[in-house]
C-alpha cells in the first residue's frame, strides 16, 4: 500500500511556474512508477506525466512535453512536477498516483489504486 500527499498548488498567471511535491510513504518502490494526472470541473482525469523511480526514464502528454518537468528525489520518497509555461487550459486538481513496473508507463485512469488528495492549480489569464 502507497500513501501519496500532493502539495504546491496555488493560483499563478499564464506563463508563470508552479513546483508540486508528492510526497509517498509504503511500498514506494514497488510501484515501479509514478506518475501526475489532472482533472479539470467537468472533464475527465487525464495523464500528464511519468518517471521510474530510478529516474532513467520520463513520459509526457504531448500538452505539457517542453513545458512541465517530472522528478524525483528517492532519500525523501518525493516526487516532483515543475510546470513552466503555465496556459489558463492547465488549470486543474493535479494527482499524483503509483503504477506498475511497465515502460512506457500506463496512462489510463484505471490502472492506478493509490492516488493523493490532489491540489488545485488555476492559471489565470
Known amino acids: 500500500q502507497v500513501q501519496l500527499v500532493e502539495s504546491g498548488g496555488g493560483l499563478v498567471q499564464a506563463g508563470g511556474s508552479l513546483r508540486l511535491s508528492c510526497a509517498a510513504s509504503g511500498r514506494t518502490f514497488g510501484s515501479g512508477v509514478m506518475t501526475w494526472f489532472r482533472q479539470a470541473p467537468g472533464k475527465e482525469r487525464e495523464f500528464v506525466a511519468a518517471?521510474?523511480?530510478?529516474?532513467?526514464?520520463?513520459y509526457y502528454a504531448d500538452s505539457v512535453k517542453d513545458r512541465f518537468t517530472i522528478s524525483r528525489n528517492n532519500a525523501k520518497n518525493t516526487v516532483y512536477l515543475q510546470m513552466n509555461s503555465l496556459k489558463p487550459e492547465d488549470t486543474a486538481v493535479y494527482y499524483c498516483?503509483?503504477?506498475?513496473?511497465?515502460?512506457?508507463?500506463?496512462?489510463?485512469?484505471?490502472?492506478?489504486?493509490?492516488w493523493g488528495q490532489g491540489t488545485q492549480v488555476t492559471v489565470s489569464s
Open positions: 498516483a503509483a503504477g506498475p513496473g511497465i515502460w512506457p508507463p500506463i496512462v489510463v485512469v484505471t490502472a492506478y489504486n493509490s
Open positions: 518517471i521510474r523511480w530510478s529516474g532513467l526514464s520520463t
